[in-house]
């Protein structure tokens, strides 16, 4: 069982709202991302974060904001939520290692994801 | 353009069969091929883990084979079981990426019938 975690599991708010979504791993991952998945479709790549001060934005065009202080945590904050960002929002994480192990160093662990309502 | 495609989009199945489940895929250069399973509202999990040289592996009751060749995959599930029932998630990555960037298929969604 990977230790990643992500608070809250369930959000409801009105829309223009700030609101930020947490994740935190305990597995010293260098690797951390966030994923947006709605109903029976594939997960899109939103944010990713090498190490400490690295953030990028992914594959899926996001209003969303990440930062990463600390190796353990990488939080999502939206501004202003609106109705079109509700979905289910999963954190992962993933270790650079050097290479031959088992399982490979780039499998991914997610955590138990967050589903956001926006009304 | 990298693509994984999965069939049957879902399925529904009596405890004790079993069931295989495809996936398709385009990505190029091929690094390996996941098989994830996801309960509903969780995050989903590593079940297998396939390199270009592998041809087939099992973890426990799941074993997933590889056709490099062809850009195929399956994930052949032994004697269900109620649990088995979730969304069963194909993740390839290619060989460019040293992100961990990886194509998501949408999922087989499996359910299990007593």
């Known amino acids: 069982e990977a230790d990643i975690y992500q608070t809250p599991r369930y959000l409801v708010i009105g829309t223009g709202k700030k609101i930020t979504l947490e994740c935190s791993q305990t597995?010293?991952?260098?690797?951390m991302y966030w994923y947006q998945q709605d109903p029976g479709m594939e997960l899109h790549l939103i944010h990713y974060?090498?190490?400490?001060?690295?953030?990028e934005k992914g594959d899926l065009s996001s209003e969303s904001t990440v930062s990463r202080i600390r190796t353990e945590h990488f939080p999502l904050t939206l501004e202003s939520a609106r109705p079109s960002h509700t979905s289910q929002y999963l954190c992962?994480?993933?270790?650079?290692?050097?290479?031959?192990?088992?399982?490979?160093?780039?499998?991914?662990?997610f955590g138990p994801g967050t589903r956001l309502t926006v009304l | 353009k990298n693509q994984v495609e999965q069939s049957p989009q879902s399925l529904i199945i009596l405890e004790g069969k079993n069931c295989t489940l495809q996936?398709?895929?385009?990505?190029?250069?091929?690094?390996?091929l996941r098989w994830y399973k996801q309960d509903t509202g969780r995050g989903p999990v590593s079940l297998t883990i396939?390199?270009?040289?592998?041809n087939t592996k099992s973890n426990g009751r799941y074993t997933a084979t590889l056709d490099a060749d062809t850009k195929q995959s399956s994930l052949h599930i032994t004697a269900s079981q109620l649990s088995d029932s979730a969304s069963y998630i194909c993740?390839?990555?290619?060989?460019?990426?040293?992100?961990?960037?990886?194509?998501f298929g949408r999922g087989t969604q499996l359910t299990v019938w007593p």
């Open positions: 992962a994480s993933s270790d650079t290692g050097t290479g031959g192990e088992d399982p490979p160093t780039d499998t991914q662990y």
């Open positions: 597995m010293g991952h260098d690797k």
């Open positions: 974060s090498y190490g400490v001060n690295s953030t």
């Open positions: 996936c398709n895929y385009t990505v190029s250069p091929f690094s390996n």
């Open positions: 396939m390199t270009f040289s592998e």
């Open positions: 993740v390839v990555s290619d060989r460019g990426s040293t992100l961990g960037r990886l194509y």
